[in-house]
């Protein structure tokens, strides 16, 4: 699956914007899933988007959708991840994960087997 490494994360107030990125040095299989994930403290880790590698499919949860957008880079093997109008409850640790297939429950972090190391995200009010 390769090492998958996270950057952009960082310090905003509510209503800013950041980009996450999400590099892979593994080969990216066309019938392959990126996603990202967020864990606050105290918190369970939860699904926030996924992306089918070979046509670009792009999946949300309800409580980012129309605020955050997944894309990626085939030619450099790059996810990202654009949050804007943040709000502080989007604050946690932001994850990328690689998933083989495209089939499956997506926001199942079980369902990954390949994990960034994390990519602070704060959001004050």
């Known amino acids: 699956q390769g090492e998958l490494v996270e950057s952009g994360g960082g310090l905003v107030q509510a209503g800013g914007s950041l980009r996450l990125s999400c590099a892979s040095s593994?080969?990216?299989?066309?019938?392959?899933?990126m996603g990202w994930f967020r864990q606050a403290p105290g918190k369970e880790r939860e699904f926030v988007s996924a992306?089918?590698?070979?046509?670009?499919?792009?999946y949300y949860s309800d409580s980012v959708k129309g605020r955050f957008t997944m894309s990626r880079d085939t030619a450099s093997n790059t996810a990202y991840l654009q949050m804007s109008n943040l709000k502080p409850e989007d604050t946690a640790t932001y994850y990328c994960?690689?998933?083989?297939?495209?089939?499956?429950?997506?926001?199942?972090?079980?369902?990954?087997?390949?994990w960034g190391q994390g990519t602070r995200v704060t959001v004050s009010s």
């Open positions: 992306i089918t590698w070979a046509y670009g499919t792009t």
């Open positions: 994960a690689k998933k083989a297939g495209t089939s499956g429950f997506y926001t199942r972090a079980r369902e990954y087997s390949a």
């Open positions: 593994g080969r990216s299989f066309v019938d392959t899933m």
